[in-house]
């Protein structure tokens, strides 16, 4: 009886020195796993201590940022979003969120992320471009305009936001809006091909195809390799009652072809060939 009790003893005492055990004891040693760049062992050990306390800030966010610092950004958004829900807005967690939302494309995530910096003192207009571009992948246009429009308002300085901006324009105001932003960009950067093209396209949506012809035949003399001008010349010949530009379209579409992916130009070509027998 007496060897019987001295091997329970033993047996708890070997038990006992297992390793951590106490949730203060888990995230001890996870966190300091952690800050020793062992990420699976810091996991193993955090996530053993969520377990037994599943509510633990420190705990959700380390193991989020351990799969984070391992390019395993599902599942550490996973686990930063359940931090966030226990704990909404706090600037630490928002902005690992942000980061890991755009690099996983979750669009929406990263824009409530930045709205989290706003909320807790960040300026909103610090965000327009950033916000822009988030609205623009996530197939906002309005969005896009709005946040354009107030930087816009503001002053802007990247030749490229003009042309942006125009082009949310177009979509969800007017083309008279279109024009005027396009307008304001050639006073102030000059004549550059790409805001030439984006005129010649706000033509064309206008129907007024012969103003739009001209310049995209304009731009194209300059350029003769350009697959984009002659795919968007094309578009505006084809648009018109003349046999010969449709057979001129066809010609450019079949030129382009090889180089315009976004649109699928193999049955645009098969129309005309059936509209010009």
């Known amino acids: 009886m007496k060897k019987f009790i001295i091997l329970i003893s033993l047996i708890a005492f070997i038990a006992g020195c297992g390793g951590p055990d106490s949730v203060d004891e888990l995230k001890s040693a996870g966190l ?14 955090l996530l053993k201590a969520i ?18 610092r391992e390019y395993y950004y599902d599942s550490a958004l996973f686990y930063l979003k359940r931090a966030d829900l226990l704990y909404p807005k706090q600037r630490e967690i928002n902005k690992e969120i942000y980061e890991v939302a755009v690099a996983i494309g979750e669009w929406e995530y990263a824009m409530k992320a930045i709205m989290v910096m706003i909320d807790t003192g960040d300026k909103l207009e610090d965000y327009y471009y950033q916000l822009a571009d988030l609205n623009a992948r996530a197939d906002y246009p309005y969005n896009v305009f709005f946040y354009l429009r107030r930087a816009y308002l503001k002053g802007m300085d990247d030749p490229n936001r003009f042309l942006q901006l125009a082009n949310a324009a177009a979509i969800v105001d007017s083309l008279e809006v279109a024009f005027q932003i396009i307008d304001s960009a050639i006073t ?8 030439l093209l984006s005129k010649a396209k706000f033509y064309a949506y206008r129907e007024d195809y012969k103003t739009s012809e001209k310049m995209l035949r304009s731009l194209l003399a300059a350029d003769t390799a350009s697959p984009e001008y002659k ?26 072809r090889p180089f315009i992916r976004e649109f699928n130009i193999d049955s645009v070509i098969t129309r005309f060939e059936e509209e010009l027998k």
């Open 51 to 68: 377990e037994k306390s599943p509510s633990d800030k420190d705990l959700l966010f380390f193991v989020g940022m351990s799969y984070k």
């Open 231 to 256: 795919f968007n010349l094309a578009n505006v010949l084809g648009a018109q009652d003349s046999k010969e530009k449709k057979k001129e379209a066809l010609k450019l579409y079949q030129e382009a």
């Open 32 to 45: 300091k796993a952690f800050s020793d760049g062992k990420y699976v062992e810091a996991r193993k050990l």
């Open 188 to 195: 102030r950067f000059g004549e550059t091909p790409q805001f």
